[in-house]
């Protein structure tokens, strides 16, 4: 089944930014063990820190809001679900890495931003 996302909205310094795409990834951090055995296989892995990435595509708002888009710190980047039985997932202590701006012919300006988060929470 389809799971379909309704908004998703960057709050920076209590400033809400409409956000157009965002591609959040995973990195579990685990990592295979190489021992010296006959069957030369991995025998396992190890746990790791786990690290959340999102490349966030953000329409830089009208209404005179300035943001200071190289040092966002501790922002949230929240996915709000599409009717009822959807469950909502907040990233939380967001920060940036990484801004680019890009301008399309339909005077839009969006902000590509890459950032890392502390944690994901799915409500």
Known sequence: MAEYVGAIVLEVDGVEVE??????????GRKGVKTLNRTGRMRGFIQGIAEYTLSITAVKPKDGAKIDWDNITNAKVTFYPLGDD???????????????????VDNEAVIDIQMGALNKVVE
């Open 19 to 28: 956000v157009t795409k965002c591609d959040p990834k995973v990195s579990t």
């Open 86 to 104: 959807g469950s909502r997932t907040t990233y939380q202590g967001c920060f940036t890495t990484e801004v680019g701006e890009s301008y399309t």
